[in-house]
């Protein structure tokens, strides 16, 4: 049987935690920055996990991460 291939799209978007969930970054960050509040724009800075209900098709997506 063949390998089966990452999703390249999901390899850039997601890491593996020490625990074995995944991380993430967070959106909203990229454009029209000025009407947005210096506390908001540092606190999507941070990553977040991804959440449980998620968490299926993240590993399917990364079978080898």
Same mark, same amino acid.
Request: proline letters at 2%; glycine letters at 8%; aromatic letters at 4%.
């Given at each position: #049987?063949?390998? #089966?291939?990452? $999703? !390249? *799209?999901a390899?850039?978007?997601?890491?593996?935690? *020490? /625990? *074995?969930?995944?991380? !993430?970054?967070?959106?909203?960050? $990229?454009?029209?920055?000025?009407?947005?509040?210096?506390? !908001? /724009?540092? @606190?999507? *800075?941070?990553? @977040? @996990?991804?959440?449980?209900?998620?968490?299926?098709?993240?590993? !399917? #997506?990364?079978?080898?991460?």
């Amino acid at each position: #049987m063949s390998k #089966m291939k990452t $999703n !390249r *799209g999901a390899a850039k978007r997601f890491s593996r935690t *020490g /625990k *074995g969930g995944y991380k !993430r970054a967070q959106s909203h960050l $990229n454009h029209i920055l000025t009407k947005k509040k210096s506390k !908001r /724009k540092r @606190q999507l *800075g941070l990553t @977040q @996990q991804v959440a449980d209900s998620d968490v299926k098709s993240v590993r !399917r #997506m990364l079978p080898y991460s």
